[in-house]
C-alpha cells in the first residue's frame, strides 16, 4: 500500500471513531433531564427539580449574583453582575448535560439525571 493510501485509511478510521464517539455521546444526554445542580467555585450549593417552576438569586465568588429561573422544564440565567453577560446570552436549557457557566462569578449550572 503507498503511503498516501495509508495515511487516508487512518485518517477515515479516525473520523468514523470520532463519528461513533459523538453519536454515542449525543444518545446518551438527548433526554430531558429532572435536576439541576449549582456549583460555585467548585462547590456545590443547591439542587433544583426542573419540574418546579422557581427564580433564585445564586450568591457567587466574590460578591457577584446571578438570578436563575427554571420553569416549565426549561433553565437559564436571566440577570448576573457580571461584566460580560455570557451567561445571560447561552439562553434556555433542558437536556442532561447541558450546562451554563459563568466565569467571572465561578457559577456552573449543570442539568442532570438524579443519583440512583
Known amino acids: 500500500m ?10 477515515a478510521v479516525i473520523l468514523l471513531i470520532a463519528a461513533a464517539g459523538f453519536f454515542i455521546n449525543y444518545l446518551n444526554h438527548r433526554q430531558p433531564a429532572v435536576m439541576a445542580e449549582v456549583n460555585v467555585d467548585g462547590q456545590v450549593v443547591a439542587s433544583y427539580d426542573l419540574h418546579q417552576n422557581l427564580e ?13 429561573v427554571i420553569q416549565d422544564g426549561f433553565l437559564w440565567i436571566d440577570e448576573a453582575t457580571c461584566s460580560d ?14 450546562l451554563v457557566v459563568c466565569l467571572p462569578n465561578r457559577v456552573i449550572v449543570t442539568i442532570t439525571e438524579p443519583e440512583k
Open 85 to 98: 453577560k455570557v451567561c445571560i446570552h447561552q439562553g434556555k436549557i433542558t437536556m442532561n448535560g447541558e
Open 56 to 68: 433564585t438569586t445564586i450568591q457567587g465568588y466574590n460578591g457577584g449574583t446571578n438570578h436563575l
Open 2 to 11: 503507498k503511503k498516501g493510501k495509508k495515511e487516508l485509511l487512518l485518517a
